[in-house]
Nanobody
Framework: QVQLVETGGGAVQPGGSLRLSCTASGSIYNINSMGWYRQAPGNQREMVASITDSATGDSANYADSVKARFTISRDKDKNTVFLQMSSLKPEDTAVYYC???????????????????WGQGTQVTVNS
């Protein structure tokens, strides 16, 4: 099994910055992609940013609402993904969830399987 643990949420004033971190641990063979979703009260969960491993290097993807304000990055050696959030707006207020597609080592170690994992979520609140 694999666990995702997020840190870095909190409260900030409009225009401020926060940095979220998410570390994967457990029976990891290889991480295909990691990313962040968010869910505000009464809304559906939406993708914020993702970073995918490819033959040519990491490929980042952003929701239109956060482009030029948020930056996703990854430390492969530490199985950690970061989300640097700047110029935060009240509409960025939500619970942020880490998400990862991970090739996981089966319990007996004889095979691997691809699984999607979610973190427990961290609250980000932007208000004055």
């Amino acid at each position: 099994q694999v666990q995702l643990v997020e840190t870095g949420g909190g409260a900030v004033q409009p225009g401020g910055s926060l940095r979220l971190s998410c570390t994967a641990s457990g029976s990891i063979y290889n991480i295909n992609s990691m990313g962040w979703y968010r869910q505000a009260p009464g809304n559906q969960r939406e993708m914020v940013a993702s970073i995918t491993d490819s033959a040519t290097g990491d490929s980042a993807n952003y929701a239109d609402s956060v482009k030029a304000r948020f930056t996703i990055s990854r430390d492969k050696d530490k199985n950690t993904v970061f989300l640097q959030m700047s110029s935060l707006k009240p509409e960025d207020t939500a619970v942020y969830y880490c998400n990862a597609d991970i090739w996981t080592i089966a319990p007996q170690g004889a095979s691997i399987y691809k699984e999607e994992y979610w973190g427990q979520g961290t609250q980000v609140t932007v208000n004055s």
